[in-house]
């Protein structure tokens, strides 16, 4: 299968007539190939995003959000192929994609549509001699650009609200996972998006993705994906002054006291560990367990460990799928081999599961690893790994959990575990993190701000503050006098 890129509407080939090979990981083979999308490609999509601008903007918010629910309808019919597409390309359990990547996805556009419409501007009224009212406009062209861990969640959480708020936009999707991008393409064109509003083009990030934000007429960037990645983004938009929103990588910690009720602390635990192999921003890679309760926790969060099953996505029995690359289970054994070095000591996993069937023998697999014994300052407990790896460490006094939780150059999220829940908002307002969950992980609210602090992002986005950000305020002044 051949992908193609979106632009104006229609599906074409790249301008340079290449292509990149798409990977199935469980498999280790390669299944379809994608667009190796150049300048020119990327020029071509902006110039119908521009064009399409100028009636998008303009139509009514009840119209654009119709079709934005429209959209969410057809995510929802196709969520089969959907789940089934997002599986094999990321190698995600097909239950997760079907339980919580497809439906958040349709959620984005159902949510947005419905910000936009019960979204209201302030006005203040100057005692007879002013009247001052805000005004929201688009912002242009959007240029969105995501990662390959949660490819079509993350990517319609930009779309969504991107084009709720009137902007056009142009995607680029991960290469490592462009498949779901692509079917959603063809949902757009069932929900009758008009061409040109939503563009998307597929291809190597620095190649499509940097003239993507260097492109002069694309005036806001919203980034998910490596730090790194994103530290050369600010640097290519800072000269034209481009909006930016960054969502970044993550080494979060998850504080498990020892008032904790430690029967759910586990059980969550080995979710915010290993889930999705790893590969969320929100993995909690950081277990840090007070020491009354230490030997506890561990016995249970190791033996159940231990019972997680990696192996075949499509198989329901599959709590873990294999990683998403070669490249990326090379860098994940390597930062393994790091820590052994360190003085960590292997718990459990590090190794690829046993007992796989043939066909599966070549793919990117690897045991959930839990590593002790390493200290603050080791490679495991600074970088983030972005696997299914975590670390543990004893605390005697919370403070201290706290300290070693804001000693990562990451400020994404963190998770406590505690039923004293005086501690746990005193600990909340001192952790250095965008979100803390409390008792609970990856609890999302689409009102609420997401983003990260430190080198885990810029600028929040979610409800108002997605609309705040897709939009360009102005203040408009009636003398009244
Ligand atoms: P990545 O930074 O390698 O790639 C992300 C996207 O950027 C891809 O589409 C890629 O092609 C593109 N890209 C690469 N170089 C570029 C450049 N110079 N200019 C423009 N675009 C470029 O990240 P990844 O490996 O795909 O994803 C994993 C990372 O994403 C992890 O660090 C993870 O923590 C982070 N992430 C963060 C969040 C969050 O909400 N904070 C969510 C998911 C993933």
């Not at 995003?49 to 969410?72: D, G, M």
């Not at 069937?357 to 495991?380: H, M, N």
């Amino acid at each position: 299968m051949q992908l193609k890129n979106l632009i104006n509407g229609e599906f074409v080939a790249p301008q340079s007539g290449t292509y990149l090979d798409n990977y199935d990981p469980a498999r280790a083979e390669v299944y379809s190939q994608l667009p190796d999308s150049n300048e020119l490609d990327v020029v071509l999509a902006v110039q119908a995003a521009n064009k399409a601008f100028t009636k998008w903007s303009v139509t009514p918010v009840e119209a654009r959000a119709q079709i934005l629910y429209r959209i969410a309808d057809l995510i929802e019919e196709n969520l089969e192929k959907l789940a089934e597409a997002e599986s094999r390309d990321v190698g995600k359990p097909l239950a997760l994609a079907r339980k919580v990547d497809i439906p958040r996805a349709a959620q984005n556009f159902r949510f947005f549509a419905g910000q936009i419409l019960h979204h209201q501007e302030a006005s203040t009224y100057a005692e007879g001699k002013a009247l001052n009212y805000s005004l929201r406009q688009p912002v242009g062209v959007a240029g969105l650009i995501s990662p390959w861990n949660l490819p079509l969640y993350l990517l319609t959480w930009k779309i969504a609200p991107a084009l709720a708020c009137g902007n056009t936009v142009v995607c680029k999707p991960s290469e490592v996972t462009p498949m779901t991008a692509f079917l959603l393409g063809e949902i757009l064109q069932q929900a009758n998006l008009p061409p040109g509003v939503c563009n998307i083009i597929f291809g190597r990030g620095e190649v499509a993705g940097r003239t993507l934000v260097e492109h002069p007429a694309v005036p806001l960037i919203s980034f998910t994906g490596g730090t790194d990645t994103g530290a050369k983004i600010a640097l290519a938009a800072a000269p034209q002054f481009k909006k930016l929103s960054l969502e970044l990588g993550g080494k979060n910690a998850n504080i498990v006291l020892k008032d904790a009720d430690l029967k759910k602390a586990v059980q969550t635990s080995l979710r915010s560990s290993f889930l999705n192999q790893g590969q969320i921003c929100l993995c909690g890679s950081r277990i840090y367990v007070q020491q009354d309760v230490y030997d506890a926790f561990m016995d249970q969060f190791v033996s159940e460990t231990e019972k997680l099953v990696v192996g075949d996505p499509k198989d329901e029995k599959s709590f873990m799928g294999p990683l998403v690359s070669a490249a990326h289970l090379e860098k994940v054994q390597q930062a393994i081999s790091q820590a052994q070095q360190e003085g960590g000591k292997i718990l459990t996993g590090g190794q690829a599961p046993e007992g796989l069937p043939e066909e599966l023998k070549s793919g990117y697999f690897l045991r959930p690893t839990v590593i002790a014994d390493l200290s603050q300052c080791s490679t495991l407990h600074q970088e983030e790994i972005f696997g299914p790896v975590v670390t543990v460490q004893p605390f005697k006094y919370a403070h201290e959990a706290v300290k070693a939780a804001n000693t990562s150059s990451y400020g994404l999220a963190a998770s406590l575990w505690t039923q004293n829940l005086t501690q746990a908002h005193k600990l909340a307002s001192q952790i250095q993190a965008g979100t803390v969950w409390v008792n609970t992980w990856m609890n999302r609210d689409l009102r609420m701000p997401f983003g990260g602090m430190k080198s885990s992002g810029l600028g929040r986005e979610g409800g108002e503050h997605s609309i705040d950000f897709f939009t360009e305020q102005k203040t408009v002044c009636v003398g009244l006098e």
